[in-house]
């Protein structure tokens, strides 16, 4: 068993979402919406939210249009969120302990 | 601060022109948005994260390594929503140093200021409104990359890859590796164009070589290319469940199950800046859409503002580092820091290296370029700005009501007035409206304003309070 896959197992990245062989750091946990999440530090909220299954971000101006994250560079802006509060780019803030994250 | 150099945009072009400048004494800084240098093709992993090295990791890290030994200041995460000085000064002043105006990484506003400016801000995807596109489960294709390249995530378990380009096989490859199911390659292009593009691939056959692999790891895996088709719609209550494709001659419609959907069609230089700073523009359907006029040296109409890499024209991330040697070294030479006959010698390598990347690249520009028919087919009810809920139907009513370019159906229409700032409603609204006064030269483009990007009025204000204000003691009586 390869280095890589082998801290995988140990920190549990189980997750079908998470490409296996890649050596990640520690989860940690944050929040969104209130529900605690567990990601490895550094990976980017987007990531994060898409790894465990929340792909519906925000409601936009219209409820009928929900908004997900689209080009994941810091372009788009459908992926704003709030960061302890303050409004920002999900795919561009990476993952810390205790992030509180909230749908924009 | 104050430098002689400052290059804005840390991707390959912009890694290299600040190596470049640095190495030879300049004083250079290298603003980037991203958390560290490397651009979109080059990105590297967070942190901490240990991926496994591909062709492009290695081509990435040996341009960090070269950048961060020449000395070169880098400010990383942080983002430049201003730029000033160079021509925007008061009518008849001379003109003064290039300012950039940027929110640091650690929410501090700062400013830099520079003799010479050399933008490198790559480009972003075009995706082309259709129905369903705004359903979560539909991301870019160059987001595909990120996630998969930079983030070790998959978009979706079953993945239906979809729009023009090379960028589709290098998706589907790398999705297939990394243990996804590939429902479909949903390919604009016919074999035909593929094979026409072929010759122009034989000036970097190790480009050719990595295609070549991409498309047999598909064909292995079984998975289903489908040439000449494109997505109908994308399908599903609360999140995707089903792409619809068909052939572009409008038979042969087929669902296809999947939860994820990557699409791009083409890339389109980020030209904020230079349309900030009023540079001259030309529209070049082939290099990617509107781009600066630029010399053999990557000098634009402004003094001492230089571009290169894609968002100066798609050229490609092998062709960008060349570019933004030869921008360096005229800046150099602009800026009296190099003589005229070392300027001739220094440039020679980079010129030519540019010119024979460049082939290979301007054939996958060609392949990635807007298909005006993509365009024609969006239906009136289709919303185009996801920002501020624009249809089609309502760009039409705002051209049937006399606006006759993109700057009027904007001020029509709110479309492009959002926090995107047109980024990504844009190609499809100016297609729109060049088809109705006469091609894109005369749609034109949205005006570049500040801020290049969305900041939070609260980062920018600091300590700044109400009370801060300075009142004028009032006129006597």
Known sequence: MD??????MLIGVANP????????????????????????????????????????????LDPTRPRAALCMMGVCQQCLVRVDGRLAQSCLVPVRTGLVVTSA | MSFDIAVLGAGPAGMAAATQAAQRGARVVLLEESPAPGGQVYRSPPTGFVIPADADSREGDALR???????????????????????????????????LDALGADGVPFDVTARALVLCTGTHERIIAFPGWTLPGVLGLAAATILLKAQGVLPGQRVVVAGAGPLLFAVGAKLLKAGAEVAAVVDLATRGEWLRALPSLAARPDLLARGAAWRAALTLAGVPVLNGHRVLAAEGEAVLRAVRVVRLDGTDAQAIEADALCIGHGLVPAT??????????????????????LDGDRRTSIDLLYAAGDGSGVRGAAAAPASGRLAALAALHD?????????????????????????????????????????TVVAPETIICRCEGTTRAQID????????????????TRCGMGP??????????AEIVAARVGGREKAGFATGRLPLRPVPMEALLGDFDYADIPVPAPAPI
């Open chain 1, 3 to 8: 280095a890589a896959r082998q801290r995988d």
């Open chain 2, 397 to 412: 009513a705002a051209l049937d009501d006399g606006a006759t370019d993109m700057n009027q159906v904007k001020q029509y």
């Open chain 1, 17 to 60: 979402l998470r490409i296996a062989g890649i050596s990640r750091p520690a989860e940690v946990p944050f929040t969104f919406n209130g529900k605690i999440l567990h990601a490895p530090s550094g990976e980017a909220v987007a990531s994060a939210l898409l790894a465990a299954g929340i792909r519906r971000l925000g409601e936009g």
């Open chain 2, 65 to 99: 390594a070269a950048l961060m030994q020449s000395g070169a200041e880098v400010r990383t995460g942080c983002r430049v929503w201003g730029v000033g000085g160079g021509p925007l000064v008061p009518q008849g002043e001379a003109s003064t140093p290039f300012r």
């Open chain 2, 335 to 375: 800026l009296g820091m190099l003589d005229a006959t070392a300027h001739n010698a220094a440039r020679a390598i980079p010129a030519r290296e540019f010119t024979r990347a460049a082939r290979v690249g301007s054939a996958m520009a060609r392949m990635m370029a807007l298909r005006p028919a993509l365009v």
């Open chain 2, 272 to 293: 904020e800046a230079t349309r900030a700073f009023r540079a001259a523009h030309r529209y070049a359907a082939e290099e990617g859409g509107w781009v600066p006029v």
């Open chain 2, 420 to 429: 995107c700032q047109g980024r990504l409603c844009g190609e499809t609204a």
